[in-house]
T-cell receptor
Framework: KNQVEQSPQSLIILEGKNCTLQ??????????LRWYKQDTGRGPVSLTI?????NTKSNGRYTATLDADTKQSSLHITASQLSDSASYIC????????????FGRGTSLIVHP | SAVISQKPSRDICQRGTSLTIQCQVD?????MFWYRQQPGQSLTLIAT?????????ESGFVIDKFPISRPNLTFSTLTVSNMSPEDSSIYLC???????????FGSGTRLTVV
């Protein structure tokens, strides 16, 4: 069964600090992995997308890494800001003919001043 | 990437009634997806809406409860029928970004059934 597990479930950090969110998956065959940011009451917004051959992708203060061998990804947030408070969702899509992505439950990040 | 306008953004409904959620996309797309996100949970795919054919429903979701319309390539509706408090959730529509940037989501509809 395709699964995406994220950790931690929630995280509280102080403004200006860095943090790293984890994503482990069992989705196979692998096509791509995406990280989304979901503000409260809003739809998810794409941060990064990585295919099998990519092991790192940056988008401003967000850097995602991918280890396709161990089926792990991380999202590193640098110099956190209050606006980073949101849920971060890891999404993995297969390449086996199904376009249906598998969603993680998300990590709820709270940035305190 | 595509821009999706979803409405209503939120609603409070009486049990036994129905609510229709609309999604308008600013470009033509083949497939539109409808998701449910229950509190603290990940997104769950309800169905895929293709223009000109019946929607394809995932296990646990049926057409009588969640009828979907897809009259053209830029618009779709999802109806939550005969609502109960268990239907309280966020409902989201989504399309795949053909530029390869992932899936674009509507802003969501927060439904509360009382």
């Amino acid at each position: 069964k395709n699964q995406v597990e994220q950790s931690p479930q929630s995280l509280i950090i102080l403004e200006g600090k860095n943090c790293t969110l984890q994503c482990n998956y069992t989705v196979s065959p692998f096509s791509n992995l995406r990280w989304y940011k979901q503000d409260t009451g809003r739809g998810p917004v794409s941060l990064t997308i990585m295919t099998f051959s990519e092991n790192t992708k940056s988008n401003g203060r967000y850097t995602a890494t991918l280890d396709a061998d161990t089926k792990q990804s991380s999202l590193h947030i640098t110099a956190s800001q209050l606006s980073d408070s949101a849920s971060y969702i890891c999404v993995v899509t297969t390449s086996g003919g199904s376009y249906i992505p598998t969603f993680g439950r998300g990590t709820s990040l709270i940035v305190h001043p | 990437s595509a821009v999706i306008s979803q409405k209503p953004s939120r609603d409070i409904c009486q049990r036994g009634t129905s609510l229709t959620i609309q999604c308008q996309v600013d470009s033509q797309v083949t497939m539109m997806f409808w998701y449910r996100q229950q509190p603290g949970q990940s997104l769950t795919l309800i169905a895929t809406a293709n223009q000109g054919s019946e929607a394809t429903y995932e296990s646990g979701f049926v057409i009588d409860k969640f009828p979907i319309s897809r009259p053209n390539l830029t618009f779709s509706t999802l109806t939550v029928s005969n609502m109960s408090p268990e239907d309280s959730s966020i409902y989201l529509c989504s399309v795949e970004d053909l530029a390869g940037n992932g899936y674009t989501f509507g802003s969501g509809t927060r439904l509360t059934v009382v």
